[in-house]
């Protein structure tokens, strides 16, 4: 199983886009968790992700994410496109973040 | 405007604001009593509110009485549980135990706290346990969580031998801190008593929070606090949370006093506050975007701007507009830049003059969760006046973006048509 884990300011924009990740995940044939998630609360979840996608607002957490979580030895640590974001584009953050796990 | 090293350089210093500890701590406690200011909040305007057969109906059935009961004990009292909870957050982001310097910290702010003599037996005057001992309890549970931590990570704890439960030991851990830190607050309690102010709380409301609260409540600093976040959003910062800790720190208090007045059924002292924040500032959204979001909904012609104003409407009477700030876009787009920032001032200032001239009343400063809704949040600040001035904001703020956003709309409609 592959885990996806988005952090935002509130979680809340990002669980918008979430469900969406959910819906074109449905169509696939591997089975694919997403999860929201505030920068509070980030430590409960990041234990099982594979890869971390950070919100364009939150764009400035990425060297500090990058050194907690990504490296060598990490997960990728990446913000998302601010355009698929805006216009809630799930099925295309959901290919680029599978690309991501896959050739980490 | 292109991603110069200004930007990155700023974005660097909003990203050690957002993350920096101990303003974190301070937002995330003052975030986890929002459910005690909630329940006080709505207890205060369940009882207060100013409908006449509605208020004989409840003083006659013998209830007002009974609904003004949990603001007595939540509202009134915020700063017990804001005090236990910033030094939760603290101690928490060390990766110890919270509710051990959430309890030393509440300890502590007692022992700070005056008491009187009612005939012969000592009482604990509401007064500083509410918005005005605010400050302290951010203080003390700053200064006790952090004292904590240095005195676990130096090793100054009772460890029980091997085979002790761990939640028997746990118990244990907190107690030498504990005394520590009680000693020492009880030190500070006892020096104040030979000053002019008697106490800690009176030091510290007189000399920093009223001063504070005067300044950040004022007209100008409302302006200014619109500037900065909108400002920073233009450069794909997330504004609102880099100012987080001003916003709760300062604006969250004010809306308390307001609400304990209107319990006590005196004047609204403030008009700035987060209640009035969030229905005039963030409408819709930072950069008060609903009017927006509805023109482009209904009114625009381009496939592309009609089906992203569809996507953003819902999320924007919820005060989420992430699909327009980023989809349009608006972050880093020279055309949005003026109505962006100017909306949201006018949408602040023009209800702001309605207040201060006495023509419609003031917010009664409930805070309101994130994402609640717009038009409801308004009916909860100030009923059917403050609705219809909410409505008439999203008329001038959608005006204001109307004609920007046209010039946006032609062009992608010319695009569409050159594609076809």
Redesign the interface.
């Known amino acids: 199983m592959k885990n996806i884990l988005l952090v935002?300011?509130?979680g809340?924009?990002t669980s918008?886009l979430v469900d969406k990740m959910k819906k074109a995940a449905e169509a696939k044939d591997e089975e694919i968790k997403i999860e929201a998630s505030s920068?509070?609360d980030i430590k409960s979840h990041i234990e099982e992700a594979d890869v971390l996608l950070l919100?364009?607002?939150?764009?400035?957490?990425q060297?500090?994410y990058t050194k907690q979580y990504g490296g060598d030895n990490g997960i990728p640590v990446e913000v998302i496109d601010?355009?698929d974001?805006?216009?809630?584009n799930g099925e295309k953050v959901l290919n680029w973040a599978l690309d991501l796990i896959s050739n980490a | 405007m292109s991603n110069t090293g200004f930007q990155q350089k700023l974005?660097?210093v909003?990203?050690k604001i957002?993350?920096n500890r101990y303003l974190?701590a301070v937002s995330?406690g003052l975030m986890s009593v929002v459910a005690v200011l909630i329940i006080g909040a709505f207890s205060t305007l369940l009882s207060e509110m100013a409908i006449e057969p509605y208020q004989n109906f409840i003083t006659n059935i013998g209830i007002k009485g009974l609904l003004e009961i949990p603001a007595q004990y939540t509202t009134e009292m915020v700063a017990l549980y804001a005090v236990f909870f910033i030094a939760f957050k603290l101690a928490g982001s060390f990766e110890k135990e919270g509710s051990s310097a959430g309890l030393i910290a509440l300890m502590s702010f007692l022992v700070l706290t005056p008491t009187t003599m009612l005939e012969e037996d000592p009482v604990l005057p509401f007064q500083f346990l509410g918005a005005q001992g605010l400050f302290v309890a951010i203080i003390v549970g700053l200064v006790s969580a952090r004292l904590y931590v240095l005195i676990v990570n130096k090793g100054l704890t009772i460890k029980m031998p091997a085979g002790v439960p761990p939640t028997v030991s746990k118990t244990f851990i907190g107690l030498v801190p504990a005394i520590i830190i009680v000693i020492f607050f009880t030190i500070i309690s006892f020096l104040f008593t030979f000053t002019p102010f008697g106490n800690m709380h009176e030091f510290v409301y007189s000399f920093i929070q009223a001063p504070m609260q005067n300044l950040g409540g004022g007209f100008w600093s409302l302006i200014a606090f619109t500037l900065v976040v909108h400002g920073l959003w233009l450069l794909?910062?997330?504004g609102?949370?880099v100012v987080l800790p001003i916003y709760l720190s300062i604006w969250m208090p004010l809306g308390v006093e307001n609400l304990d007045a209107l319990a006590a059924g005196e004047e609204l002292p403030n008009i700035v506050n987060t209640g009035f924040a969030h229905v005039f500032m963030m409408l819709g959204g930072s950069g008060a975007t609903l009017g927006l979001a509805i023109i482009m909904a209904f009114l625009a012609r381009s496939k592309r701007y009609k089906t992203?104003g569809k996507?953003a409407l819902p999320?924007s009477f919820?005060g989420?507009n992430?699909?327009?700030?980023?989809?349009?876009?608006i972050?880093l787009n020279p055309y949005l830049a003026v109505p962006f920032v100017v909306a949201p001032l006018v949408s602040v200032t023009i209800p702001y003059f309605l207040m201060s001239t006495g023509i419609i009343a003031r917010t009664a400063g409930a805070h309101l969760p994130?994402?609640t809704p717009t038009f409801f949040n308004a009916v909860v600040q100030g009923g059917v006046v403050l609705l219809i001035v909410q409505i008439i904001m999203i008329i001038v703020t959608g005006l204001i973006y109307y004609p920007f956003f046209r010039v946006l709309d032609k062009q992608a409609l010319e695009q569409e048509k050159s594609a076809e």
Request: hydrophobic share 40%; proline share 6%; with cysteine.
């Open positions: 935002c300011a509130a809340m924009s918008m920068g509070g919100g364009p607002q939150v764009s400035y957490l060297e500090d601010s355009l974001y805006g216009t809630m | 974005q660097k909003a990203g957002s993350s974190k995330d794909g910062i997330h609102m949370l992203l996507i999320g919820f989420i992430e699909p327009l700030l980023f989809g349009l876009p972050v994130l994402g």
